[in-house]
Structures are given as structure tokens and as C-alpha cells.
């Protein structure tokens, strides 16, 4: 690289330092840098790139592979030794001169480059980095041709599995320590480290102790060589066969940017995008590996329809298919009506269209896309607080990183939006953030948010304040003063978590408490096509951009945009989920359209199964075969996430564009499948492309009338119960059961595994020896699973929500803050899975309980008495 | 265990004799080690005098001494503990670093074994005047003995209100904690020491922060040598001008010089700074057997090589500097002509590629191939291209390593060849004029 003098370097001399900054040279160039800035920051903002492997600008300076060398002056004396420049900061009237400008420089860089490779294999050829590989580049750049290494080289049997995922090359390892540090600093994860030392040092894990970690792909990608590699795309292809295209993870509401690259129509891997407002250069590993969903084997690729005479599903074309549903659609609207069921992963131009059907070719609000616990008050809640904000003034990540104090409630932030975990983590980390939860037990996300180990002394701030399941409602008018005082510091925030909708009361609470302290609320749902969803109107009370549907004239202007005649909006508000299938199982609904869901996400898989069985006409829109499929008349195809366009809408509420990724395979997006089909019905949608779709809420433009009401709900009263029952604790695992984890081993095998969790007192009255299964049971069948004691308030029972044998909805049939009946398993045989999922009519004391609020019927209210208190656990400034 | 040479502790200058015994004029004593023995020879007695001072007027006490670190690198040690924040806002540390792992160093054990409350005496002291109520000694763990001996010393000392909560009626609490390392060279480093004590892995940290800011456990930390808080009992009593009335203006006060190898009495001589060889070997009955010296170190294996050229430099910080080396630990390692200058270059180096910690990429690397080369050329199969790759990477070494092990590491290799090139060169001679980088780089086996 040449230098090019610097530009208007004689009046530089008169120009003053801007506050904050010192000014230095580099290279000849002088430049201002803010106070701080590390010296290969500087030099690269001028277009100086110094080669490096161990510097990374998201993890602390550790100066250990010395390729960063440059020779510096401060106070016009030379510093003795050429210096790191990744762990020198910038100083008032430095002189600094890189590999282009000094010969010491660049002979030390050539140097430690010699000694890097002395030790290296020859691996390239076969080495998964090769052609993107830091190490490569650097050394064909600057490093010499010949070695003048003739002896014997360090070697290591290779490659060693430090996960189910993740494999070890120790021989093409530099030693860097950005896998240990982002372990440690990052994700929290410390099961990697350093062991032994000289030139045996080596990147290791302990003894019966893998790499435990949600975002453990992310060493891969930032590992300057190839000494990791994951067990899902070793050897699979080469950087420079592979086309990479930006693209948005659809996992979770987080909303990643990601890289997909692909080669001859077929995704061959997922990386981290860069984006420093959102996931910065992370992702968690369900994002990176878990894609092969949309490519299943059992994919449908053509359109079904439902024989009359076998009453199988046979394929058939796009034309029929088409007609059968249009006919099958106008006939169940003209009837009794259709309530359309989209799920809660769709884009939000896809969801969009749902909307506008419903509205506009069945004339209904039956539509929501809540496909898990809901109730009507979170329903009020996101009418009136969370619709139409977005990051520029709700809350976004930034506002977390700034935040005095977060409390989490109801919300288990690295199981359900791993990236606001992360973010979490940093805050407490680097700004002093209190973190606290309200919760059950000190969960690994709860630790690591809260315990913050690190160089130096562990961090420890905020921490759990423990309630009831169904309790954190009455827990949030009973904080304890310290928290509350935090709360109460500007820009502090609460992150409500999908279980909320599982608790009576917690929305109104957490309204109340916001008002208390001036915190602000952010809603973090799980799935990521929940926040565009609400945008886009797919509830029974919101039209598109929080347009209340009761209100007139925010209805006629719909009505008018969408070319509809006045008055033809239907004006009261729909049913939700649980109405529709209550509604499609008693007659009351003719048919239902239905998106992306699985009966099993819902709070009562079997009422869902007993609806979608009577429901009299059903539509199924569907990639893969679910359980809706098998009742469908109608199944039309439409495309994954991979093979379309769309935005989604993080938990933010910020907008994340993407572009087919894969083209030309002929997949459809539901939008386009839902405008085909109202014009066979006769009605016009204009959806026929995202991009149309995406105008279209342009126009909209926010809602022009009054926001609706916030909720008004008292918070329950819950109790602990005693004898043989508890109350059931549940959230999902973010790698589990789900079907987009579909055909992953690698993936399944870094999951937590699955196991019950009780308290001291509650194994003692069970008798329960260490890791006796215990058994979870409802009238409807009961969960064995290991038993694990961690301290959470006795009488309760955590369950994973859906993991390996623990399908707590499709099992048990309640939820989070449930009464459930417990017992004492048998102990397994050894050599067997320690769980296990036993059928239903399991004979158990007298329960009621269902904990889902999801008819605005509240919790189970056994007795009388308030629990709220919530003590800190493990807090304090 | 070297026992001392120096003569009967009571006289305080042998009339005569270069030798100053300061630090090590107790150890002749019956039971140097006991509280009752100390305390007859003015143990503590500058532990009371200190206890009535303003802790700020010690630490100017030491710099108007100008006493110097005695771990190696002789940091002004009085400018140190003013690096010690006034305020009490987080825990203060002493720590002493008593790993002693530089090659040929013995004075740090001895002295711990022979008056352990001489280096307690000087803690209480250094602690006060830096406001630690905490004071880690780190003990080198292969020295069980010598551990046993300070966790005795320390039970004594608490029994008898030295240490622990009001010392001396004083108001000054101090807790004193033997902690024994697990033998890593590097655990020496006071960064790497730090890390360790904290249980984590012995790997020196990158400054800033430096210690007095941020050390142990995050909090303002001064690491001293044993040595170095040894001597500052007898500052106290002493004075600063009776100090500085031994060795030399910049580099004042008496040393323990350890005289290993080819020598007749080899041990520890103490004698002030600024002594050189020839007189201490005069001190040591000379050479052994008369058989001439050939080659020695001035401060531990870290240290570029001295010759019999340099028998008349004074050994202070200055004198061995100038003359090309350094003062190190004042370890004098003496060879005589029989010994192969290569062969105890090679067992230097393999010491260095044992202990390297692995962290940085020139150190590690560096020693690993150095080695082999070496390791080569002893055998016989070296080739004069390989002395100048020896040295081209010794130059991508020195100084481009995090931390001083590196530099410490190229020492030998360089000043080895510097003056005894020849001897290289003749490990060569069947070699000449094969160029093995001809062979190819691939990896042959594990070694
Ligand atoms: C590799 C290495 C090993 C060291 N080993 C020791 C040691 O064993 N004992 C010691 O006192 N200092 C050792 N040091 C020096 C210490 O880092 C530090 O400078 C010293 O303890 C400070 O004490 P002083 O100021 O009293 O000399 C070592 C330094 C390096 C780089
Ligand atoms: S890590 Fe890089 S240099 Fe090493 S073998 Fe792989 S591609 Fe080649
Ligand atoms: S495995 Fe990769 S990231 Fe980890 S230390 Fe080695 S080179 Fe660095
Ligand atoms: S120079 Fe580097 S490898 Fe050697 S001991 Fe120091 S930090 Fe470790
Ligand atoms: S990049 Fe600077 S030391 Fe590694």
C-alpha cells in the first residue's frame, strides 16, 4: 500500500485536537484518535492494515501472538522494543511507524510470521480455512517463501472433538486465545482454556467436560486458523466455491444479521453478520447450524388436496389446488365464517397478507397468530405499548448497554433471545449494569448475567429475585427497595418475556412499576416473526400498524386503502387462538386457514387437534408435514426463509430486510400464495411480492387514532402447595424438540440435557435420591425426567419446555405456573435415557390446573395468600 | 542448600575482608531461625521504631537510601510503594516473591530458611508503609522446607504480636499468608505471580494496569523480592547514609552474591555492591583446583555471559550493564575450561523452552526451535548456517516476546556466541558446507 501524504498536512498545525482526542503519526500521516483507541485501530482507519491474529475489536487486548509489531516514539524518544500496536494506546505526539515505513518493523513481523509457521502443518489443501485463512494470507503476504525450519515439527493427533459440534486441530492452532477469551468474556462459557504451557501449550477443555455453549460456533468463525472447525461443515467446501449472501436469522426474535453461503442451490453454511446495533459479530448456534430444516426430505414442494374417495392428500397442481381451497374458503365464509391461524414465524410482509385476508376475502378478525400461551391481557399490552415503537424510541440493544438496571421478568434471556444475553452480559460487564431476574432458580443465563468472572475480580451485580411460577405478577408490587431504587435510575429498563402471558396480571404490573420508576418496557417475544406480526395485524384487535379494529375511522381509512367499500371492515373485535379452535371444534366456524404452526406449540395440543379435526374446511400453508397437515383439505407449498424476501421485525421492533438467498427453486412465499388464492376468490390483496406488501405498510403509514387501552388486571395470588403437588415452572431450552432443528445431531448434541428441577425440601418430602427421575403429572400424562436439586422455592417443579421427553404442552396439557402432581420415579436402568414420556391416564390427586391465562380466565387461584416477596439472591452493588 | 561463608554473624564488618554481612549476618547463629535468636540480635527492633513513624516517611526513608530491587530487574524500591495509592477505598497487597527460579539464584532460600523474621520484620514494615493489612508470600513450591520454616516463623510471629490484628499496640493489623507455588520459572513474573495466587493460570498480564493500580485481585498491589524487604528492617535501624555508605552512588548497599560451579568454596557471599569477581573469587579460594575460568554469569542464566575479560567489573546495576550485561540476581554461575560452551547453552535453553508459558508466539516458538538447533549442533550435526539462523531468531526474540522470559531466554545463545563463536563453529566442522535447509520442512514425528 502506498501512503499518500496527508492532506492538508500545514494546516493540521493549526487546526486544534478536538476534546478528547490526541493527535499521533503514523506512518507519516498525522491523525487525531479519541483518547484510548489502540494504536492498529488508528493506523487502520488510515488504510494501514497491520497484520494481526489475536486482536479482535470486540474482546480485550491480550498482545500474546506479537504479529502486530510496530516501532513507536512517545515524547520523541524511541521506545526501546517495537511495541504491539494492538495493546499500545494512542498517545499525545506518539510517532509510529508500521511495517510500510520501518525496517525493524516489518523485520518483526517477518519474524514472529517465521515462528508462527515453524510448527504449522501443511495442511491448506485440506484445511477447512483455506482460502479464507487469516494465517494464509498474512503469510503469503508477508512471510518468506522458503523455511529455513529443518527439525522436527510439534504434532498432535488431530482433530480432537471438544463438543458434538466442534472439533480441535491443535496442530493448526496459533494460540491466540480468541476462543478462550470470547468464551470467558462473551458467551460465559469458560469450558475451553489453555493447558500446559511452551510449545505444548494448547487450546483444551476438561476432563469429561465439553465445550458447553449456546454460541459456540462463533470461535469457529473468529479462529484466525483452521484449528476449529464444526462437525456439520467440515470438509464440505471451499470458501471460494461458495457464494455468501446477507441474510437475517429466523430463529429467534434477536434478529442476527447472518452471512448464508451457498453453492449450486444448497446452503452449505450460516455465519454471523456484522452489525454493531444488533448482534454485533455474534450468533448463537442455533442460528448457525440449524438450516437443514429447509431442506427435509419430507418437504412439500407440490400442492395437496384431501381425495374424496381414499381421504388421503394426493399431489396435485397449483390450479386445483387453488380452486378446491378457494371453493372450499367462500363456501366456510359464507357459512359460519374462517379464522385463520398464520403462527408466529412469518415475515412481516407475509404476515401481512394473512391479515388482509382475513379481513378482506373472509371479512373476519378471527386471526392470531399466537401459536403458544397467550392471554387478552398481553393482547392489550401490545395494542397499547408495544406497537408502533421501534429502536429509535423504544427500547433497542443500545438502551440495554446504557441501562443502570434491567429486570428481567418472566424471561429467560438466554434461552429465548440469546443475543439479548449477550448484550446483557456486556452491559453488566463493561457499564455496570445491574442485571435482575425475576424467576424460579439461578439458571446458567441468570449466573452468567449476573456473576460476571473475568480477569481481574468476578463482577457481581444485580441477581434472582425468586417467586412463584404464576407469582412474578404480585412480585413486582413487593421488590425489594434496593431494586426498585435501581429501577428507578434513568434509563433502565424491563424486558418481558413470552411466559408472561402465562401469568395474570404481570403486564398491568410491570405497566404499574414502569410508572413507579420511570423504567421503559420491551417486549422480547421468542419467535422471530412475533414483533412483525403484531405490525402487521394479524390479532383479533389490531389492523395493520396498531390500528385498533374498534375504532371507526382508523377503520374506514383502511377500508379505503384497501379499496373496500364502507363499512365492510368487521368491527368488533376477533376471536383469539383459543376462541377460533374453541369455535372450529364446536361448529362455530366453518374452516380455518392455517400458516407455519404445530398443534404442539400450542398451550392445548390435544384441544388444537380436536379443532383442526372438526374444523369443517382446512387450509394448510405448510413447508413441512405437521400436525395440521394430516386434517388438511388444502396443502400449498411456500417457501422457507432461504428462498424469499421479506423483513422481520426484532424484539426491537426494528426492521430486518433480507433478499432471496436461494433463487429459482420455484417456492412461493405465503404472500404470494395468499394473494393467488383471494383471486381465485374474486378479491384482490396486492401481495403479491414482498416488496409490493412492504410498500404498501409504507403508505399505511402509523396508526392515525388513539392507542387502545393498557390492560387493568389485578395480580393473582399464588400459593405454594404441598402433599404430592407443586407448581409447574416451564420455559423451552433454545435447543430442543423444535422442528427447525430438524435433521442437526451435531446441533442436538451441545443441548442442555434435559432435567426436573426441585428444591431441597420438595426432594426430601419426595425421598428423591440424587438424580432420581421424578414424575410430573397432570390428568392428562405425566413427564419422567432426572431430577436435579438447585434452589428454587420449595412446592415448585421446573420442567424444560419441550425438550427430548419433556413436552410439557403436548404431555401435560398446562404450562408455566400450573398445579401438577409429583412423585418419586424409579430409578433407570443403567444405560438408559434418563427420561422418558409415558402415555395420558395417569391416575393422580385431584388437579385443576391449567396456567394458561390464554382465556383471560387467570391462573389457577389456589388459596388465599399473597406471595410477592422476592428476595436477592446473590446481588448486591 | 548452600550454607553461608559469611563469617560469624556478630562482627559487622570483618576487618579486612570485602564481605559486609547485613542480611546474612545472623545465619551463623544457633538457631537463626527461631523468634529467640532474632529477637536477641535486634530482631523487630526496627519494626517498633517504623510503627512510630508515618508510613509516607518510610517509604522516603527507602528512596533516600536508594535501595534497589533485588529480584532482577532493580527497580528503585521506594518509587515503587509510591506508586501505592494513599486512599484505603480497596484492600492494599504486599507480595513477596520469593519463587526464585532463575538458574544459578540461591539467596532468596537461604535467607528464608536461615532468618525467615528478618523478610516478616520487613513485611510489617513494607505493609504499613503502603497501607496493606495483606501480605502474600509466594514460596517457589519445590522449597518445602524452606515453606515449613516460614509457616513456623509466621505462627511465632503472631504468637508474639508481630503479626495480626494491632501489631504492637499500634492500631496496624497485617495477615501474612505462605503460599506455595507449583514450580513454573514463570510464576516469577510478578503479573504471572499474581494470576497464580489468584488460582488462575500462570500467565503474565498485559500492562497497564500496572499492580499498584490494579494487581491482586484487582486492587493496588506492590510485588518486592525477598531480598528487597529483607534489607528494609536494617534501612530502618541503619539509616539511609549508613546505607549508601556500602556499594556504589546509584547501586548502594550490601548484595548476597551466590557463587556456583567451578569455584573451591562456593555459596553465599554478602558484599557491597559494585564488588567484583576477582574479589569474590578471592573470597571463594579461587577456582576449583586452579583450573582457569572460562566463562560465567553476572545475574542467572538470564544474563548475558561474562568471560575472564571481565573479572574486574563491578558488579552493580550500572557496572554490568555497561560492560554488556546485566546484574540480574547476582548469580554467579563459574565454568572453567572444561566445559563446553555450546553444551551449557543448550542446557540453558532447554531450561527456557521447559518454562516458557506458552503465551506469546516469539518465546514459545522461538524457544522450541532454538533448542532443536542447539540440541543438533551438540550432537554434531550443526552447520555454520545454522549459527546465523540461531542468531537471526534470537533477534526476532529479544524484545518482540510479551514478557522479559523471552529476552531473558536469548541471553545465553547470543553472548555464547558472541565470545566463543569459534566453538560453535567447530561442533560444525564435519558439517561444512551442507546446507540443510535443503531438506524439506515437513513434520517428522512427536518428539
Ligand atoms: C521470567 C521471570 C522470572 C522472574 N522470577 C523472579 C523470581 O523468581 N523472584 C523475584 O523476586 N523476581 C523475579 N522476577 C522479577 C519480578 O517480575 C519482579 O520484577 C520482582 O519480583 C520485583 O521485585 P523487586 O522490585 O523487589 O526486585 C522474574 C521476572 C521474570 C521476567
Ligand atoms: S489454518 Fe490456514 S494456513 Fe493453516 S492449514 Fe489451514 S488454511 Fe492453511
Ligand atoms: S483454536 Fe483458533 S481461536 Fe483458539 S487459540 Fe487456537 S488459533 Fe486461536
Ligand atoms: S515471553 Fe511470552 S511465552 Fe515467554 S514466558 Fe513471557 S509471555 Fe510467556
Ligand atoms: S495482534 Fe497484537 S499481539 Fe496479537
Redesign the interface.
Known sequence: MTVAPASGNDTAQSRPVPEGHVRLTIDGIEVDAPQGELVIRTAERLGIVIPRFCDHPLLD???????C?VEVEVNGKPM???AASC?TAVADGMVVRTQQTSQVAD??Q???M???L??H??DCPICDKGGECPLQNQALKHGRG???????????PKPVSISSQILLDRERC??CQRCTRFSKQIAGDPFI??L??????QIGTGEQQPFQSYFSGNTIQICPVGALTSAAYRFRSRPFDLVSTPGVCEHCSSGCSQRTDWRRGKVMRRLAGEDPEVNEEWNCDKGRFAFRYATASDRITRPMVRDADSGELRETSWTEALRKAADGLLNARDSRGVGVLPGGRLTREDAYAYGKFARVALGTNDIDHRARPHSNEELDFLGSSVVGTGPEDGVSYASLEAAPAVLCVAFEPEEESPIVFLRLRKAARDSGTRVFHLGQWDSPGVEKTTHIAD???PIHSGGLLRCLPGGEAAALYELPSEVEQALGEPGSVLLLGERCSQVSGVYTAAMRLAERTGARIAWIPRRAGERGAVEAGTLPTLLPNGRPVSDSVVRSGIERAWGMSTGSLPSVPGRDIDGILAAAESGELSGLLVGGLDPADLPDPEQARRALRAAGFLVSLELRPTGVTEHADVVLPIAPTVEKSGTFLNWEGRPREFEITIEGTGAVPDCRVLDTLAVEMDVDLFTQTPQAVAAEIRRLGPNPGARPKPPDIPAEPVTEPSGDRALLASWRHLLDNGSMQHDEPNLAGTARPPVARVSHGTARRLGLEPHQPIRVSTERGTIALESEVVEIPDGVVWLPGNSGPAEVNEVLGVGHGAVVGIAAGTAPAPGTTPGQREPGGEELPAVAGNGHTSNGHGPPAHGSNGNGQAGIDGGGA | MTEANAPDGTAREAAGSPLTPVLTRRWLSPESWSLRTYEQLEGYTALRTALSLHPDQLTELVKAAGLRGRGGAGFPSGVKWGFMPKDRSRPHYLVINADEGEPGTCKDVPLMMADPHSLLEGCVIAAYAMRANNCMIYVRGEALHCIRRLHHAVREAYEAGYLGENILDSGFDLDVVVHAGAGAYICGEETALLDSLEGKRGQPRLKPPFPAQAGLYSSPTTVNNVETIASVPHIVNGGSDWFRGMGREKSPGPKIFSLSGHVERPGQYEAPLGTTLRELLELAGGMKDGIPLKFWTPGGSSTPLFTADHLDVPLDFEGAAEAGSMLGTTALMIFNETVSVPWAVMKWTQFYEHESCGKCTPCREGCFWLAQVLERMVQGRGTEQDIDTLLDVCDNVLGRSFCALGDGAVSPITSGIKYFREEFLALCESNRGQDTTEEPALAGVAR
Open positions: 487486548p491480550a498482545g500474546a501472538c506479537r504479529q509489531l526501546p522494543k517495537p495493546t523485520k518483526a517477518q519474524g514472529v517465521e515462528l508462527l515453524i510448527n502443518p501443511l522458503d523455511s529455513r525450519f529443518v527439525d522436527t515439527k510439534r504434532t498432535f496459533v494460540l482454556e489453555l500446559e504451557r511452551g510449545a505444548t501449550q480477569s481481574g475480580s
